[in-house]
């Protein structure tokens, strides 16, 4: 008989449950972190961190698209590219297509996503960042420019990086608060 | 209930809804690189996010403030060295008046065409470089003078060693300028050493330029000065654009490939100045000799 225990090292229906209920969060909560979002991409930075700066704004948009696809639609992340591509005189168009197609990936990989948990959630998101940056390069080079070296997609490394604290970030003030004394 | 899921979306599916946005996307990507018909449109979107930006420079402001509090321990010695510079910058001022007096005397002597009336006394506006992030692909800075500041497009802009280039954008309280570097830029330049006059153009590259259409055997050597030349009236004339880093001369070739590398340099914290417009040059040729014979 074979004793030996059977480990499904793959996803079981614990994972699944163990999930936190969260608390829907209301427009002005997903306004604000994606304004902050915006801020701290404006930021300015000395040239050799300006290297490893992630994109907030697109993490931002992917964690919502994952968690609440009702409430960040493709037009949200449209008006956020137009904003980002402004404030960094890049060409109309360049952010807001890469948004869109990123929001894109991410609703339709969305369900997929919810039930790994952060870590295991983090290359897949890396995923999309590289095909939005992708994309960013070949509008760019469209419009003209050379291809950047390599260390460009640095910012994507760190998005991967960053992507678990940001997300416990932004789920933390959703999370309900269990009453202990409750029975 | 708001926070009633919604069930049955209803709406075109995700993928109608970017097939739509990537068509307005591509919409307006070729407008701002091709035909720029809506310069409202950015400018509309930069009053939005301006209070954003704002916020995001305070941090760099309160450092700057840490920053200058530090320094100011050493203020007495800078002063001293200042008025040092000042003193040398005045002298050789009054000799560059002395000297402009006497070339257009000797120019009037040989009957050389009236040259451009430089403006050595030209109202200059300073202002500095906003460091908001730059975009690798971009070759434009950010100024924190705008339309408020009567500044107008077109402007030279300067720092103290040389061209950074030209003001192409303007928003109320900022202004975009064209670097040198950037790949639609050129700038008429002449060679310092032997007057050979060119053009200089940028190539997308950082810290590259290049002359283009001229010949395998053209005078020019490495480690010529090249300066404005004056032409075409956008930058006044004599101010330094670049060295010439290496020539390539393939006799195979039309054209001899020279690289050149600015003089600017745009980091952080520089100040620069913003040149009023220079005045064009009078079109008709005809009209020069009448102009002469009024000035005598």
């Known amino acids: 008989m074979n004793h030996r225990k059977t480990r499904d090292n793959n996803l079981n229906a614990n994972d699944y449950f163990r999930q936190d209920v969260h608390v829907p969060p209301s427009s002005g909560y997903i306004a604000i972190s994606l304004t902050i979002a915006l801020i701290l991409n404006f930021l300015p930075l000395p040239e ?21 696809p009702h409430k960040m639609g493709m037009s949200i992340a449209f008006g956020m590219g137009l904003m980002m591509d402004v404030g960094n005189t890049t060409i109309l168009g360049q952010h807001a297509l890469a948004y869109c197609i990123a929001i894109y990936l991410t609703l339709i990989l969305g369900r997929r996503l919810r039930i790994f948990n952060l870590m295991q959630q983090a290359p897949q998101i890396g995923l999309i960042l590289l095909v939005m940056q992708t994309v960013i390069i070949l509008v760019a080079v469209l419009g003209g420019a050379h291809l950047p070296g390599w260390q460009y997609l640095f910012a994507t490394a760190t998005g991967i990086l960053l992507w678990a604290p940001i997300s416990l970030l932004l789920s933390t003030p959703l999370k309900q608060k269990s009453d202990l004394n409750a029975l | 209930m708001e926070t009633t899921p919604q069930f049955f979306r209803h709406g075109p599916g995700p993928f109608a809804r970017l097939l739509v946005f990537v068509f307005l996307s591509c919409l307006l990507i070729a407008e701002d690189l ?7 449109l950015r400018q509309t979107i930069g009053a939005v996010i301006f209070p954003l930006q704002k916020i995001a420079y305070i941090p760099t402001h309160i450092y700057d403030q840490i920053e200058e509090s530090i320094a100011s321990f050493y203020l007495l010695e800078e002063n001293i060295k200042f008025r040092q510079q000042y003193l040398e910058d005045r002298e050789q001022l009054l000799k560059l008046r002395a000297l402009e007096a006497e070339n257009t005397q000797l120019r009037k002597l040989l009957g050389a065409v009236q040259q451009i009336e430089t403006n050595t006394q030209a109202k200059a506006v300073l202002a500095e470089i906003l460091q908001t992030p730059r975009d690798p692909f971009s070759h434009k800075i950010t100024l924190n003078k705008g339309g408020y500041h ?3 497009l077109g402007q030279a802009v300067i720092d103290d060693k040389g061209i950074v280039g030209q003001i192409t954008r303007l928003y109320p309280w900022s202004s975009e300028v064209t670097l040198l570097t950037d790949k639609n830029h050129s700038v008429p330049v002449q060679v310092l050493r032997n007057s050979l006059r060119s053009v200089v153009s940028g190539t997308g590259k950082n810290d590259e330029l290049e002359l283009r259409y001229l010949s395998v055997n053209i005078d020019i050597q490495q480690g010529d000065l090249l300066i404005t030349s004056g032409i075409g009236g956008v930058y006044p004339p004599g101010i330094p654009v670049a060295t010439v880093l290496r020539i390539e001369r393939d006799p195979t070739d039309d054209f001899a490939q020279i690289i050149s590398v600015p003089i600017a340099g745009v980091d952080r914290n520089r100040q620069v100045l913003i040149l009023s417009l220079v005045q064009p040059v009078p079109d008709d040729p005809l009209e020069m000799p009448k102009i002469e014979s009024q000035k005598n």
Do not use: M
């Open chain 1, 48 to 68: 050799n961190i300006l290297l490893f700066r992630p994109d907030f704004v697109a993490i931002t948009i992917i964690y919502w698209g994952i968690n609440h």
């Open chain 2, 34 to 40: 091709r035909f720029k018909y809506f310069p409202e």
């Open chain 2, 150 to 152: 009567n500044i107008q």
